[in-house]
T-cell receptor, first 109, second 119 residues
Framework: GIQVEQSPPDLILQEGANSTLRCNFS?????LQWFHQNPWGQLINLFY???GTKQNGRLSATTVATERYSLLYISSSQTTDSGVYFC???????????FGQGTELSVKP | GAVVSQHPSWVICKSGTSVKIECRSL??????MFWYRQFPKQSLMLMAT?????????EQGVEKDKFLINHASLTLSTLTVTSAHPEDSSFYIC???????????????FGPGTRLLVL
């Protein structure tokens, strides 16, 4: 099956710093999403981005489908950005997502 | 975004008992819901796909007789962990699949999860 690898596995930032999270996938996909899981376990959709670039406030994401990777940029990080960021891909239609192992982000005040 | 609820949010039970977890989509109809399991410090693993009015489709390695899924309506799916054992202790998360289009695409909205502890 398709493999989804995220890096780095852990990241500690000082408040205000910028960061880039990476997601590599081993085969072509028709859907890629980024999620943030807060410390209480709730998963929040960040981006639906099978290709191209999107921005939402301090967050932006870029997926280069031909090279099978996606990047999530966090600028001017805040303590509320802490949590685990997951990349998930969908190979076929129907919504079945395959998750990467996540990047655990900790933003210190 | 769409709202998906789960009940209960946490449950503690004795080994051998059964536990039912409900997943509801509150503001849209979901023909498909998914059930995931997440162990501490690990990723989400898909357990099964729940389609309204039909039998659930289980992922390889998931015991269908142990994890009973019922999708009785377009807004409700239930997961019953039968004869629970300590190794079933985990964080169970459901999602409702929204087949959108355009910039939102086909996306899933996740419930807040249910923490199960089997003693």
């Amino acid at each position: 099956g398709i493999q989804v690898e995220q890096s780095p596995p852990d990241l500690i930032l000082q408040e205000g710093a910028n960061s880039t999270l990476r997601c590599n996938f081993s085969d072509s996909v028709n859907n890629l999403q980024w999620f943030h899981q807060n410390p209480w376990g709730q998963l929040i959709n960040l981006f639906y981005i099978p290709s191209g670039t999107k921005q939402n406030g301090r967050l932006s994401a870029t997926t280069v489908a031909t090279e099978r990777y996606s990047l999530l940029y966090i600028s001017s990080s805040q303590t509320t950005d802490s949590g685990v960021y997951f990349c998930a891909v969908e190979r076929n239609q129907g919504g079945k997502l395959i998750f990467g192992q996540g990047t655990e982000l900790s933003v210190k005040p | 975004g769409a709202v998906v609820s789960q009940h209960p949010s946490w449950v503690i039970c004795k080994s051998g008992t059964s536990v039912k977890i409900e997943c509801r989509s509150l503001d849209f109809q979901a023909t498909t819901m998914f059930w995931y399991r997440q162990f501490p410090k690990q990723s989400l693993m898909l357990m099964a796909t729940s389609n309204e009015g039909s039998k659930a489709t289980y992922e390889q390695g998931v015991e269908k007789d142990k994890f009973l899924i019922n999708h009785a309506s377009l807004t409700l799916s239930t997961l019953t962990v039968t004869s629970a054992h300590p190794e079933d202790s985990s964080f169970y998360i459901c999602s409702a699949f929204f087949g959108g289009s355009g910039s939102t695409g086909e996306t899933q909205y996740f419930g807040p999860g249910t923490r199960l502890l089997v003693l």
